[in-house]
């Protein structure tokens, strides 16, 4: 991460912002986990467990991998939404809403990614189109334009889903003043 000072800088702001911040190692794939949820009387949505980088170890790709990671926190920061968990009953339609929610982070991604000093072959180890709702989301979210706010991407996002009929019942979450809000579907 040194030969990238942006991305140190990015370390920081994520780090200062959602600390605890756990960071563990992983032997197969990195990823990034921020598991917003209601508390049990439904008026606070909190990070349970706290956010956490597992990052795959042992490739060359590690910083790149753990900036790709912090850039998924970075949209958060943003203001971009993130899906409350536990408001998805239904296991297989929550993978599914979380799955479109990482292409299309993706899609803003990737501009800051090349901005911190790394390359586009180094921004996914892997590009698996899952199933056919994973490619209609790659396709339907090609522009980066039409989405590229926080309150453009929350309306597509939800436009998407309710096409496909997932997520009716989901709820999202925006950081704003350092703490969670639920976003006002009206």
Same mark, same amino acid.
């Given at each position: 991460?040194?030969a +990238?000072?942006?991305?140190m800088?990015?370390?920081s702001?994520v780090?200062?912002?959602?600390?605890?911040?756990c960071?563990?190692?992983d032997?197969? #794939?990195? #990823?990034?986990?921020?598991n917003?949820?209601?508390n049990?009387?439904?008026t606070?949505?909190?990070?349970?467990?706290?956010?956490?980088?597992s990052?795959a170890?042992?490739?060359?790709?590690? $910083?790149?991998?753990?900036?790709?990671?912090?850039l998924? %926190?970075?949209?958060?920061?943003?203001?971009?939404?993130?899906?409350?968990?536990n &408001?998805?009953?239904?296991?297989?339609?929550?993978?599914?809403?979380? $799955?479109?929610?990482?292409?299309?982070? +993706?899609?803003?991604?990737?501009?800051?990614f090349?901005?911190?000093?790394? &390359?586009?072959?180094?921004?996914?180890?892997?590009?698996?189109?899952?199933n056919e709702?994973?490619?209609?989301?790659?396709? $339907?979210?090609?522009?980066?334009?039409?989405f590229?706010t926080?309150?453009?991407? +929350?309306?597509?996002?939800r436009?998407f889903?309710?096409?496909?009929?997932?997520?009716?019942?989901a709820w999202?979450?925006? %950081?704003e003043?350092?703490?969670? +809000? !639920?976003i006002? !579907?009206?």
């Amino acid at each position: 991460m040194n030969a +990238h000072p942006k991305a140190m800088e990015l370390w920081s702001a994520v780090r200062n912002t959602f600390a605890p911040l756990c960071l563990e190692v992983d032997g197969i #794939r990195s #990823r990034y986990a921020l598991n917003l949820k209601w508390n049990a009387a439904g008026t606070t949505i909190q990070s349970v467990p706290p956010p956490t980088i597992s990052l795959a170890i042992g490739t060359d790709r590690v $910083a790149a991998a753990l900036s790709h990671e912090l850039l998924h %926190f970075e949209l958060a920061l943003l203001g971009y939404p993130r899906l409350i968990q536990n &408001s998805v009953g239904n296991e297989n339609e929550q993978y599914m809403i979380n $799955a479109v929610l990482n292409v299309i982070d +993706h899609a803003i991604m990737l501009p800051r990614f090349l901005e911190l000093g790394f &390359s586009q072959a180094e921004f996914l180890a892997d590009d698996v189109c899952e199933n056919e709702v994973m490619k209609l989301c790659i396709i $339907a979210f090609s522009n980066v334009a039409e989405f590229a706010t926080p309150k453009a991407y +929350h309306t597509k996002l939800r436009g998407f889903l309710n096409l496909r009929h997932l997520g009716n019942d989901a709820w999202f979450a925006s %950081f704003e003043g350092n703490q969670w +809000h !639920e976003i006002d !579907e009206q």
